[in-house]
């Protein structure tokens, strides 16, 4: 089965730290999708990045930037320079093939989506 | 604009009362989901659905069901709730399917007493 983990439940730093918000997936796919959701305390989600498994490559954007690596299944988030608007719980999900199709070497539509559990990110002024 | 809308956004019920929470986008998405948030847990995929009369079930269907007889609409159908049913519930859309960015309602609190 398909699984996400955030294994830190919660982050305190002060404003202008850096920080990275880690994310550890796993999946048989070959061929999946991985997310970043931002919760700000009024409860919306946004939507932050996605990124497919085919594209390693890592992104910045701003004060965000990504970390994908395939070879330890993770996709960290580094916020540069955090603010106190930053302040979120943050998720990472991971989008899966439907049951039966996870090995198909084409690529498939996604069905499920699997959320981590969250980091509770606090930026202190 | 386009958005996901949910309603209501709040509800407080009793245990085997049946409920109905509406999700309506109005983006011509073909894709579909219902989550459940709990704390620790993050979200969990309740149903999710193709399309018109394409529906499955997600991670945690047990006491819900779904339908799409719309494309816009996906309500989601509590036919006896219980108290471990109490959440936040949110309505998603996307494009296409689950590989695409979802575009969330702002979300429902239930609480089943």
Known sequence: AQKVTQAQTEISV?????????CVYETRDTTYYLFWYKQPPSGELVFLIRRNSFDEQNEISGRYSW????STSSFNFTITASQVVDSAVYF?????????????????SGSRLTFGEGTQLTVNP | EAQVTQNPRYLITVT????????????????????R???GLGLRQIYYSMNVEVTDKGDVPE??????????????ILESPSPNQT????????????RYEQYFGPGTRLTVT
């Open chain 2, 63 to 76: 006491g819900y069901k779904v339908s799409r007889k719309e494309k816009r609409n996906f309500p989601l």
């Open chain 2, 16 to 35: 085997g009362k049946k409920l109905t929470v509406t999700c309506s986008q109005n983006m011509n998405h073909e894709y579909m989901s219902w989550y």
């Open chain 2, 37 to 39: 948030q709990d704390p």
């Open chain 1, 67 to 70: 970390n994908f690596q395939k």
């Open chain 1, 92 to 108: 990472c999900a991971l989008s899966e093939a439907p049951p039966g199709e996870e090995e198909l070497p084409q690529e498939t």
């Open chain 1, 14 to 22: 002060v404003e202008k730290e850096d920080v990275t918000l880690d």
């Open chain 2, 87 to 98: 959440s936040l519930y949110f309505c998603a859309s996307s494009v296409h399917d689950s």
